[in-house]
Nanobody, 117 residues
């Protein structure tokens, strides 16, 4: 079993920054990629960004160059640096780990990000 624990969420003013972390532990046999998703109240969960162990990244269009996803392979830790935050970024942010394309992904419990003045 794999456990994912997110941290770093909180309340920030518009234009501010936050850095989210996700620590993976347990029986990690392989990592195909890791991602951040988010879910705002009343909305579906959506993909924010993905990174693979080769540090290849992919971002949702709404990120617009404001976020940076990264991975520390040695520590199985995922990060999301979020700058110039907007009120519409308010959501619960979830960490996701795909061991491969055949196995169901693992999810963290989520961390709340609130952007408000």
């Amino acid at each position: 079993q794999v456990q994912l624990v997110e941290s770093g969420g909180g309340l920030v003013q518009p234009g501010g920054s936050l850095r989210l972390s996700c620590a993976a532990s347990g029986r990690i046999s392989s990592i195909f990629d890791m991602s951040w998703y988010r879910q705002a109240p009343g909305k579906q969960r959506e993909l924010v960004a993905t990174v693979n162990p080769g540090h290849i990244t992919n971002y949702a269009n709404f990120v617009g160059g404001r976020f940076t996803i990264s991975i520390d392979n040695s520590k199985h830790t995922l990060f999301l640096q979020m700058n110039n935050l907007k009120p519409e970024d308010t959501a619960v942010y979830y960490c996701n780990l795909r061991p491969n394309l055949r196995t169901r992904p693992y999810w963290g419990q989520g961390t709340q990000v609130t952007v408000s003045s």
